[in-house]
Nanobody
Framework: QVQLVESGGGLVQPGGSLRLSCAASGTIFSIYDMGWYRQAPGKQRELVASITSGGSTKYADSVKGRFTISRDNAKKTAYLQMNSLSPEDAAVYYC???????????????WGRGTQVTVSS
């Protein structure tokens, strides 16, 4: 079994910063892509950023230049540095990871339970 646990969310004023973490644990052989998604009330879940095991990144247009995704493969952890936050960034942020649990086994996508980010003055 694989668990993903997000942390680092909270309340921040507009223009502020937060750093989210996503720690993977359990029976993990390899972690491939990791990603951050968000879902605001009444909206669909959307991709924020993703990162491959080699460090290649992809961002939603709405966060380019403000958010930075990174990962520490040794710690099995992904990060999302969020700067210049606006009320439009408020949402529950979820991480996911594409994982194999053993040699030759299929990859499965796992999700965390999310962490709330609130941007308000």
């Amino acid at each position: 079994q694989v668990q993903l646990v997000e942390s680092g969310g909270g309340l921040v004023q507009p223009g502020g910063s937060l750093r989210l973490s996503c720690a993977a644990s359990g029976t993990i052989f390899s972690i491939y892509d990791m990603g951050w998604y968000r879902q605001a009330p009444g909206k669909q879940r959307e991709l924020v950023a993703s990162i491959t095991s080699g460090g290649s990144t992809k961002y939603a247009d709405s966060v380019k230049g403000r958010f930075t995704i990174s990962r520490d493969n040794a710690k099995k952890t992904a990060y999302l540095q969020m700067n210049s936050l606006s009320p439009e960034d408020a949402a529950v942020y979820y991480c996911n990871a594409d994982v194999t649990t053993g040699w030759g086994l299929r990859r499965h996508l796992y999700w965390g339970r999310g962490t709330q980010v609130t941007v308000s003055s």
